[in-house]
């Protein structure tokens, strides 16, 4: 786990050198003073990565297209859609930006932006972004769950609730329904909805966005036909959605995660150690977006995601903290329950064996 100390740079005057060490707690305010010039938007930085998303991904739309006008090869039709899958996660990821209002300084930028991308990704863009707000506020917090976050329940309120609850969670929390079924009824149903608790304007962006995509279909089948703009659209979304809530799962789900009750909650805690620093080959980093360093992102989420990496190479603190590998996290599917006595999540099996001992210490006080 992450110790909560900051390296101070001494000068050493016997041999000219400098020395880190690593005894002087940080707080937040020292860490924001650090990361403060990573928060200010760059507008070239915004520019080029909108281009270097946008335009690929138009261009793999069209060599789609003309591939099922059979222009094309089938399968350069099908390598495009496989390819524009992981642009459609880097929109995403400028959309997600634009809700914390830090992809540019103007306000109108980012909801114009946020708008835009928003409607590629199927993704209403007040609505999700409050929920997203939301989620920030009570990353950690075992008091606050149930908005904007993965279901999680802990290993006290699994074995006392209801039957048909448990197979309900059971169900939910299976990798063939996380990341079968449930993205694809996420960003092509649910999405099409307000969400709880969310006021006028989230409902709002809800019906604008819902109008978007019927224009874009009403569009498409005037032009390219139906048929050829579901056989694109459909394949693309369900990958982006799939590698998204992947990418959101294992943020937040893994095995050393930070989790308390609201009255002894630290939220600089909750930030680094309740989120995941992903470390993914160069490749996948730029698809995403470089969301993988989300526990940069909890400590500050007004850091443009362009601005995640430098800042995350400058804070020498930060660059200690343990990464969670691509094979590692794999290890994530396997942990479903919050144990609040090891402070960890465990599997199903690993609650049946403290369920037992919990019977059997009750037959042994009965005797």
Not at 25 to 31: E, F, G, K, T
Not at 178 to 201: A, D, N
Request: with cysteine.
């Amino acid at each position: 786990m992450l110790k909560l100390v900051f390296p101070i740079q001494r000068n050493s005057k016997a041999n000219g050198m400098s020395e880190t060490t690593t005894d002087e707690p940080v707080s937040r305010a020292a860490l924001n003073k650090i990361i403060i010039p990573f928060t200010t938007p760059s507008r070239g930085k915004a520019a080029w990565q909108i281009s270097n998303t946008l335009i690929p991904y138009a261009a793999l739309w069209a060599l789609a297209i003309l591939a099922f006008k059979d222009v094309l090869p089938i399968w350069v039709g099908v390598l495009a859609i496989l390819i524009a899958g992981p642009f459609l996660v880097r929109v995403f990821i400028i959309c997600h930006d634009c809700c914390h209002s830090s992809y540019f300084k103007s306000k109108w930028a980012n909801t114009l932006v946020g708008y835009v991308t928003g409607t590629l990704t199927s993704t209403p863009f007040t609505d999700w972004g409050k929920a997203h707000i939301h989620h920030h506020a009570t990353a950690g917090n075992l008091d606050k769950r149930g908005v904007g976050d993965i279901w999680t329940l802990t290993v006290e309120e699994y074995i006392t609730a209801p039957k048909l609850k448990r197979i309900i969670y059971r169900v939910f929390r299976h990798p063939l329904f996380m990341f079968g079924v449930g993205p694809s009824y996420v960003f092509l149903i649910f999405h099409r909805f307000s969400q709880k608790g969310i006021k006028h304007k989230g409902r709002l962006s809800v019906y604008i966005t819902n109008l978007a995509l019927l224009s874009l279909l009403l569009l498409a089948g005037e032009t390219i036909g139906y048929k050829t703009y579901l056989l694109i659209q459909l394949p693309v979304t369900i990958i982006a959605a799939t590698l998204g809530v992947w990418l959101f799962y294992v943020q937040h789900q893994y095995e050393e995660v930070y989790w308390e009750r609201n009255d002894v909650r630290d939220s600089l805690k909750a930030a680094l150690e309740g989120s995941s620093y992903y470390k993914l080959p160069k490749i996948a980093q730029w698809f995403t977006g470089n969301i993988g360093l989300h526990h940069i992102h909890h400590l500050n989420p007004s850091i443009p995601n362009y601005n995640l990496q430098p800042c995350h190479d400058e804070i020498q603190k930060i660059q200690h903290i343990e990464p969670l590998g691509v094979r590692k996290s794999l290890k994530s599917l396997r942990i479903h329950l919050w144990d609040e006595e090891t402070k960890k999540l465990i599997s199903f099996k690993a609650m049946k064996l403290i369920r037992k001992a919990r019977r059997k210490k009750e037959n042994n006080d009965d005797q």
